[in-house]
């Protein structure tokens, strides 16, 4: 047993010299940084929006919902980000009344007036703070609608309506974030003020009308924009 032990003390002894050697011969090798990934926002985008619209005041008050699409284009410097945005949607934002009116040889007649919002859009700016893939921006610019007010008298018969395009103007706030490499969600807040019209050759004026407006959105982003780097 003990020739065994000095047998291997020896062996340890010549190999250990050996080894530090190696050791010191094999260079240090860095382990490499972890890829990070940086958005850039700059780019041309489409995408689908809908939501809800309320009107502001009014008894009833105008209200329903719309869904369309939406195109725009940012330019980002730095972590600010500007941009321009066009939407439109179909729409179905409406209120009715029905009442009861005289009228001489037929006695008292009920008839209903209906206002319908069917299409409403806007073309904004939009300048936001970037924080890596959550933009969070405010908004601004022209809105429209069109709108139909209806009138109808069904025991006399008789139903018209009219239409007219109303132009505005429209402010809100709103927060998007990529979600995918390309793809991005977003929720914003419009306030729209359209201004008034007259319907059926002026007999039927309207004031101003001011919508609130709530809508979601989930866009495509062309051309990458993800940078990714060491």
């Known amino acids: 047993m003990k020739k065994v032990l000095l047998a291997s003390a020896c062996l340890f002894a010549l190999a250990a010299p050996a080894s530090a050697a190696d050791l010191a011969a094999r260079p240090y090798t860095k382990a490499p940084v972890a890829m990070a990934s940086v958005y850039n926002w700059t780019g041309f985008y489409l995408g689908v929006v809908g939501g809800g619209a309320w009107e502001d005041s009014g008894s009833p008050r105008m209200q329903g919902g719309f869904v369309g699409g939406t ?4 330019w980002q410097t730095g972590n600010v980000v500007f941009g321009v945005e066009a939407d439109g949607a179909w729409a179905d934002v409406n209120a009715s009344v029905t009442g009861a009116t005289v009228v001489p040889g037929f006695g008292v007649v009920a008839a209903t007036a209906s206002s ?15 924080v890596n893939q959550v933009l969070f921006y405010g908004t601004g610019g022209y809105a429209w609608i069109d709108n139909k007010i209806s009138l109808s008298a069904p025991a006399l018969g008789v139903s018209i309506s009219d239409s007219k395009w109303h132009s505005g103007w429209t ?8 979600i995918a490499p390309q793809w991005s969600i977003k929720g914003e807040y419009l306030y729209r003020s359209l201004g008034g019209e007259t319907y059926f050759s002026g007999a039927v004026p309207t004031g101003t009308l001011n919508f609130h407006t709530v809508q979601f959105g989930v ?3 062309f051309g990458g924009p993800i940078v990714a780097k060491y």
Do not use: L, Q, S, W
């Open 116 to 130: 319908k919002t069917d299409a409403m859009g806007t073309v904004r700016g939009r300048i936001g703070y970037a």
């Open 71 to 74: 195109a725009g284009y940012n």
């Open 171 to 178: 402010v809100g706030a709103g927060v998007e974030a990529f």
């Open 219 to 221: 866009n495509y982003h």
